[in-house]
């Protein structure tokens, strides 16, 4: 944390960055997905009402969110935060904020977290 003064208001700014963290995404892309991980798979059994549930609506896939339901269209990402939630994540704004850290599948003994 960054903290500075406003001169002309002589009020204190404080200034932030995000905290680093590993998420997990696949990319929806053509009609399908580029990865069937664990964690989609069980997405994709749960109730369409069940928070974190994955299902297929047309052309697109829907997730149930916290916020409710959220539309991944072709060529998004679908991402899996660090507290397990699931969410569509447009490709540019996942490319300005994401970073691939491993490109190899994990051993079911690894754990990246």
Known sequence: MICTFDLNLKTKI?????KPSIIR???????KLTEAPDWISEALEKPPSEN???FRW???IH???LI???VAEDGDFIVRGPKGEIYPC???QFKETY????????DPVEKAD
């Not at 970073?99 to 994990?106: A, G």
């Open 99 to 106: 970073t691939e850290v491993l490109k190899r599948p994990l």
């Open 52 to 54: 974190g549930a994955i």
């Open 63 to 65: 997730i149930q969110t």
């Open 90 to 92: 447009k490709p540019n």
């Open 58 to 60: 047309m052309d697109d």
């Open 68 to 70: 409710g339901i959220r």
């Open 14 to 18: 404080m200034i932030y960055k995000t």
């Open 25 to 31: 995404a696949v990319q929806w892309k053509d009609g």
